[in-house]
């Protein structure tokens, strides 16, 4: 099946640690997304890429970072200088000259 | 700015209709999107309008008012399923990007 996956679905960190998320799609999208959702909150932009090793910061890029070496993959490491990590991470895609992202299941990030 | 202002939350009855209100500024925007989103879920795609007028699909039907900076999504025949928040987005060519409001809690009450 075509589809987003992201993993962990929760993920703990402690004080001072780097933690990495998996964002991986095999929808053959060119554009993948990283999102930050706080509660009761809309989605903000962190990071994203239109095309392989390529990505921009979004609004919100501060204590985080990605890489896009491979088409299907789009990982984002939340540094120890991002202070206030706590939230639920989105992941999306689009492609196919569409401008419609589709999600996947989300990361719930947790500082211990 | 490019920000999306929809209601915080809003509630229902059962088999009722209830449409969602949304408004932008036009600066630049290129096309309106509208997500589901069940709590502790990832949003799912439900319409996304770039032309002006009324988009029926089954039970949703989604609304664009260019000139107004104005959109909404009407639920007809409402289920208890439908309790979820609904995301409204704006997509902006001109920044390449979608920027998305706060999100409309509906609660369906029987």
């Known amino acids: 099946d075509g589809g987003i996956t992201q993993s962990p679905k929760y993920l703990f960190r402690k004080e001072g640690q780097n933690v990495t998320l998996s964002c991986e799609q095999n929808l053959n999208h060119d554009a993948m997304y990283w999102y930050r959702q706080d509660p009761g909150q809309g989605l903000r932009l962190i990071y994203y890429?239109?095309?392989?090793?390529?990505?921009q910061k979004g609004d919100i890029a501060e204590g985080y970072s990605v890489s896009r070496e491979k088409k299907e993959s789009f990982p984002l490491t939340v540094t120890s200088a991002q202070k206030n990590p706590t939230a639920f991470y989105l992941c999306a895609s689009s492609g196919d000259g569409q401008e419609t992202q589709y999600f996947g299941p989300g990361t719930r990030l947790l500082v211990l | 700015g490019q920000n999306i202002d929809q209601p915080t939350e809003m509630t229902a009855t059962e088999g009722a209709i209830v449409q969602i209100n949304c408004t932008y500024q036009t600066s630049g925007f290129n096309g309106l999107f509208w997500y589901q989103q069940h709590a502790g879920e990832a949003p799912t795609f439900l319409s996304y309008n770039v032309l002006d007028g009324l988009e029926e699909k089954g039970r949703f039907s989604s609304f664009l008012s260019r000139s107004k900076g104005y959109s909404y999504l009407l639920l007809k025949e409402l289920q208890m399923k439908d309790s979820a928040s609904y995301l409204c987005?704006?997509?902006?060519?001109?920044?390449?990007?979608?920027?998305f409001g706060s999100g409309t809690r509906l609660s369906i009450r029987p």
């Open positions: 890429s239109q095309i392989v090793n390529d990505f």
């Open positions: 987005a704006a997509y902006y060519s001109s920044a390449s990007k979608i920027i």
